[in-house]
């Protein structure tokens, strides 16, 4: 559904190992397990989803930042820490996977994503900062393991705490 014959619009970081570049032009971002080794797809209009693989352990702040069009992220369990501004104002994005060995979202990681409906925290999921999902008018279900403390909540989704159904699994 995402194929195009651009040969920028599919990426394969295997195909191009260590390299920076600038493409804006890509519609899926897909690596099959290396780490990262550029900064940012900051504000990508095209990348509509991004697919990280198990070997993947660290993705640096705002690499996804204001990629209008991504709609689709499934994150690998070997990541443990989603940093500040990781996909802030991802307007279109809908749906996410979660690592199951996720422990700490970053302040404003998911902030202004305004089409995100429902998150769903692993078990192991323990520091949730300020501002984590504040902008997120759409969002209404959260659901989240009975060991995160409840006080930690309100200050990550700001005024629309009140409109969001948190569910303990």
């Known amino acids: ?3 195009s014959p651009d040969i920028w619009s599919r990426l394969r970081v295997e195909e191009m190992p260590g390299i920076q ?3 804006p032009q890509i519609e899926v971002f897909d690596i099959p397990g290396r780490e990262l080794t550029w900064s940012r797809c900051l504000g ?3 990348l509509r989803v991004v697919r990280l693989a198990g070997g ?3 993705i640096p702040p705002r690499m996804f ?3 209008v069009s991504l709609q689709v992220v499934d994150l690998p369990d070997s990541l443990t820490v989603l940093p500040e501004y990781a996909f802030t104002d991802c307007v279109s994005l809908v749906k996410i996977r979660l690592p199951r060995n996720l422990r700490k979202i970053g302040r404003d990681c998911f902030a202004g994503c305004s089409s995100l409906e429902k998150i769903t925290f692993p078990p192991t999921f323990k520091v949730l900062c ?3 999902f504040v ?3 759409a969002l209404r279900k959260v659901e989240f393991s009975a060991g995160i403390r409840a006080r930690l909540l309100k200050p990550a989704f700001g005024r629309d705490y009140w ?3 948190f569910t303990a699994v």
């Open 1 to 3: 559904a995402y194929d």
């Open 21 to 23: 570049f600038d493409c």
């Open 44 to 46: 990508y209009q095209n």
């Open 56 to 58: 993947v352990k660290w």
């Open 65 to 67: 930042a204001r990629c």
């Open 130 to 132: 300020r501002r984590s």
């Open 135 to 137: 902008r997120c008018p």
């Open 163 to 165: 409109k969001v159904h």
